[in-house]
């Protein structure tokens, strides 16, 4: 099944503590994307792969950390976690940049 | 101000109505216009994706781009239950652009049996 997973799905972690959420895709997609959903203010790129070894910043890359080493995996680093990271993250996979975005089911994060 | 404005609701109607979503924006530099579909707990799923202005119609959705008033739309016909969910306008600039979807902050639609 072509599917874009995420782990883990739900995190509570204290400030400062470094996480890692992991993203792979099965389509064997070029682009990568993260995205952060919060409440009235929709979802904001925080970056985007647009091929292996190649990544770039979106809206909100502050914080935040990635690499894109495998074609198919796309981890989402938060080297010091803080309270305004508290979010819903999701990934996203497409072909090409331009094409349909396959989503990821969301990880729910929780920083204290 | 943001550059894509989307009414958050909620949204609740009466199952078989018509639905109309709106999204208004400001860069006139966008040119394919999308709306996606999120369940409770799920990630968007594609819906709809239009090119420039126009109409385009699949099923019971129709969607509608009017560049020169920077507006889109989305309907949704003979409205169910299972169309309950957040309704995500999206849109981005030309093919080439590195950088890819600007979206909206999302409508939710509850369709009461």
């Known amino acids: 099944e072509a599917q874009v997973t995420q782990n883990p799905r739900y995190l509570i972690t204290v400030t400062g503590k470094k996480l890692t959420v992991t993203c792979s895709q099965n389509m064997n997609h070029e682009y990568m994307s993260w995205y952060r959903q919060d409440p009235g203010l929709g979802l904001r790129q925080i970056y985007y792969?647009?091929?292996?070894?190649?990544?770039d910043k979106g809206d909100v890359p502050e914080g935040y950390k990635v690499s894109r080493k495998e074609k198919r995996n796309f981890p989402l680093i938060l080297e010091s976690p803080s309270p305004n990271q508290t979010s819903l993250y999701f990934c996203?996979?497409?072909?090409?940049?331009?094409?349909?975005?396959?989503f990821g089911p969301g990880t729910r994060l929780l920083v204290l | 101000q943001k550059e894509v404005e989307q009414d958050p609701g909620p949204l609740s109607v009466p199952e078989g109505a018509i639905v109309s979503l709106n999204c208004t924006y400001s860069?006139?530099?966008?040119?394919?216009f999308m709306w996606y579909r999120q369940y409770s707990r799920k990630g968007p799923e594609l819906l709809m994706y239009t090119y420039s202005s126009g109409n385009k119609e699949d099923g019971r959705f129709t969607a509608q781009v009017d560049k020169s008033s920077k507006y889109i739309s989305l309907f949704i016909r003979d409205s169910q239950p299972s169309d309950s969910a957040t309704y995500l306008c999206?849109?981005?600039?030309?093919?080439?652009?590195?950088?890819?979807?600007?979206f909206g902050s999302g409508t939710q639609l509850t369709v009461l049996p």
């Open positions: 999206a849109m981005s600039l030309f093919s080439g652009s590195a950088r890819q979807l600007t």
């Open positions: 792969s647009m091929n292996v070894e190649v990544t």
């Open positions: 996203a996979s497409s072909y090409r940049q331009w094409e349909t975005q396959y």
């Open positions: 860069n006139s530099a966008f040119q394919y």
